[in-house]
């Protein structure tokens, strides 16, 4: 039952990885190769605001996975996760 939880917390932040590769092929199919560094100075704003939503829906998306699964505050997946290993190490019967 634990592993099950484990998987399932972990599932919810991966599911920004599809959706940031996603954004990741608009960026190069709007942009081209060379927009995927994240400069910002690729004219202005209303020549560019594609490229632009697209690259800060990027960086959103990661931000979120990171924030989520990293953070360990328990209504977040890390936290879940961190009670799951606490409660694994100070239940074991030695």
């Given at each position: ?10 599932a ?29 100075n ?53």
């Amino acid at each position: 039952a634990r592993v099950e939880q484990i998987k399932i917390s972990i599932a919810g932040p991966l599911t920004h990885i599809p959706m940031a590769l996603i954004w990741l092929g608009l960026i190069v199919a709007i942009g081209g190769a060379d927009a995927i560094g994240f400069t910002f100075n690729n004219g202005p704003l209303s020549e560019n605001f594609g490229l632009y939503v697209c690259k800060q829906a990027f960086l959103v998306n990661i931000a979120l996975m990171a924030f989520n699964l990293v953070l360990p505050v328990y209504p977040l997946d890390g936290g879940r996760i961190l009670l799951v290993i606490d409660d694994e190490i100070l239940c074991r019967d030695d």
